[in-house]
């Protein structure tokens, strides 16, 4: 029973305070109607206080009038509008002033347009002929033949030299473009071409190096050689699944040296006629140079060069055969390599030098300061026919 009770007493406790609260936010919600009505009727009081007429003013010592006594109705002097509405009246002037303003004053006004001034062209003088005769392409088509194309002064007499024969002779076109494709294809194996003007002294200080590849277009090479370096005018198709062979040298020292590209971390190795000449590990940025002496090779001799890639277990996963006759000597001491990522002047002094630490050499020849700084793409001379064996 006591428990009943208890309970009970609790609820009414309960409910009473939950009245309470009720009471307290309703007084407070009122409280701050009452002050916001408040603040309103004080603003509405000083804001109607321009509309308002003056209060009349008593008159000092005039006679009190008797309401039953008859007399004439005189009129108190009434203030005028513009008194009593003056505020109104000043802001509909300042507004029409302004909409005036804006209309005629300002619309009125003359328009400035700044243009910026455009800087004069500059004219670029472009050299309508070159000093000596140069190539511009030079392609194995299909079927073996052949394309040639180059630039000397315009209107001028120019002739293609093969092996140091010449094959043809033409004339060059108001612009001094020349085109040289004969209908007869080349026979597979290498060439060396240069171009020649009507004075037989003036000849090309370039040449390119073509090798017609029996095995079809595809496999052909044409490289142009300058005095700041190769480059390659079309490249074979060495390609064989992850391996892919992008250039081979073949130096005057009995030395050839392969680069191209593979996985990472595997190995590649060399055979020539199937003699084994030596291995190189991809680098981590897909790259791979590989160097090896081969002795005197024969011109006009046809070699066998396989490239092969072989797994972690050692086995071969792809194999690149090239087959090449050895070329003629060109009589240039120097060859010229470009820099790719990863490389370091020590794997490029072995593979063109035979020995890494002749890089000093290849730093010297090129002016380069620091021999631990060089960069993709820098094109370096490699002394190759200089003595080494120190």
Not at 56 to 72: L, W, Y
Not at 233 to 253: C, E, F, H, N, T
Not at 284 to 302: I, S
């Amino acid at each position: 029973m006591s428990k009943k009770s208890t309970r009970s007493n609790q609820i009414g406790q309960t409910k009473r305070s939950t009245d309470n609260m009720i009471d307290d936010a309703i007084a407070q919600q009122n409280s701050w109607m009452e002050r916001r009505r408040a603040f309103a009727n004080k603003f509405l009081r000083r804001l109607n206080v321009f509309a308002k007429p003056a209060p009349e003013k008593k008159v000092v010592g005039r006679p009190a009038v008797r309401a039953d006594v008859a007399h004439p109705v005189v009129s108190e002097p009434r203030h005028g509008i513009l008194r009593a509405y003056w505020f109104p009246i000043v802001c509909a002037i300042v507004v029409i002033f302004i909409a005036v303003w804006v209309a005629f004053i300002r619309g009125s006004a003359p328009v400035h347009v700044v243009v910026p001034t455009t800087p004069e062209p500059v004219m670029r003088v472009v050299p309508a002929a070159v000093d000596v005769p140069t190539f511009d392409l030079v392609r194995v088509e299909r079927g073996g033949t052949i394309i040639v194309a180059g630039r000397w002064l315009a209107n001028k007499n120019i002739s293609v030299i093969i092996d140091e024969k010449i094959v043809a002779t033409m004339t060059t076109n108001a612009r001094g473009e020349f085109v040289y494709a004969p209908m007869r294809p080349l026979d597979a194996g290498n060439y060396t071409l240069a171009l020649a003007g009507n004075d037989p002294d003036i000849k090309s200080k370039d040449k390119v190096f073509l090798y017609v590849s029996p095995h079809g277009y595809e496999n052909s090479v044409s490289l142009l050689m300058t005095a700041d370096g190769s480059t390659l005018l079309q490249s074979p198709r060495l390609v064989d699944g992850d391996l892919a062979v992008s250039k081979i040298d073949y130096l005057a020292g009995g030395r050839i040296v392969v680069t191209g590209d593979a996985l990472p971390r595997l190995r590649v190795s060399l055979t020539l006629n199937d003699r084994y000449l030596g291995f190189a590990r991809v680098s981590d940025n897909h790259h791979f140079g590989l160097g090896a002496d081969v002795g005197e090779l024969k011109p006009g001799e046809t070699y066998i060069l396989d490239v092969r890639l072989h797994d972690g277990d050692g086995r071969t996963v792809a194999t690149i055969s090239h087959r090449f006759v050895m070329p003629r000597a060109t009589g240039r001491d120097d060859t010229f390599y470009t820099v790719r990522r990863g490389d370091c002047l020590w794997i490029i002094a072995r593979n063109f030098m035979r020995r890494g630490v002749l890089f000093s050499i290849i730093a010297q020849k090129n002016k380069i300061e620091n021999p631990d700084l060089i960069f993709p793409k820098q094109v370096l001379q490699i002394p190759v026919g200089e003595k080494n064996d120190h």
